[in-house]
């Protein structure tokens, strides 16, 4: 039921509003403070930056940053996922896991954030993929009342987790949480690898709820080796940007687009940032 009313929403054939701009403060190396830094990305052309949390900045920090800037905080990335997983075998390790989680909501909801950007598990030889999907389920409805609370979303993202490696499977995770406070981020350049991204998100559909954008080169991969694939410009790799636009478009996508992608001074960034604006511009 919960899957046909986030469809019911998508408007097929629509032109989707034009996606804002958005990086992610591990990116800005220009600035000593974080309003000196909220500052070279929006005079470079961004109007966003996601914070990590749990971080040691102070709120009154970051609101004055904000304010000072006119820099939105659009959304917050769990710091904690990869060492604290919530599909951990150790309950110690779950409990810091969700705890962190519970946090990052926290400081999404006080920077004025939707979404917190969440990895949900991760499937090795120690945890085995159908012990990941139980346990990280489990822990994520735990957190849900809180996440309805603040009016702030966990957004899922595709990783290489070797976990929700299809976007079948990715959907019918989201929507067995049977909440409307969960759902995707959508990662564009980590689908490349093994996949297109449009297939993707014409399958998620509006369960999306923001977007990395980054670049994949198979021909670097197979020649350089596997994550050498991610070393090359946006505009420059595999990612078919038309296919992903038209793809977005037809789902109804619109908001955050925000670059994951090697960082820098002001120079750098206003390069990312002119990148951005043609992939992400339609023909």
Known sequence: MLAAARLAHAAPGARAPRLRKCLKIGMIQEGDTLAERFRVAREVGFEGVELDSPNDLSLDEVLA????????VPGVVDSLHWRKPLSSP?????????????TALRDAA?????TVLLVPAVVNQR????AAY????AEIRAVLPLAEELGVKIAIENVWNQFLLSPLEAARYVDELESPMVGWYMDV??????????????ILGPRILKLDVKEFSRKKRDDDGLWEGFRVELGEGDCDWPAVLAALDEVGYSGWASAEVPGGDRRRL?????????VLTPA
């Open 110 to 114: 006080a920077y004025g954030a939707s």
């Open 90 to 102: 150790d309950a110690d390790v779950r409990d810091a896991g969700r705890a962190a989680l519970e």
């Open 134 to 137: 139980e346990r990280s389920q």
């Open 189 to 202: 350049g980590n689908v490349v690898n093994h996949g297109w991204p449009e297939q993707w998100i014409r």
């Open 270 to 278: 206003a390069d990312v940032s002119r990148r951005m604006d043609r």
């Open 65 to 72: 940053a904000r304010e000072a800037t006119g820099i939105e």
């Open 127 to 130: 945890v085995p993929y159908d």
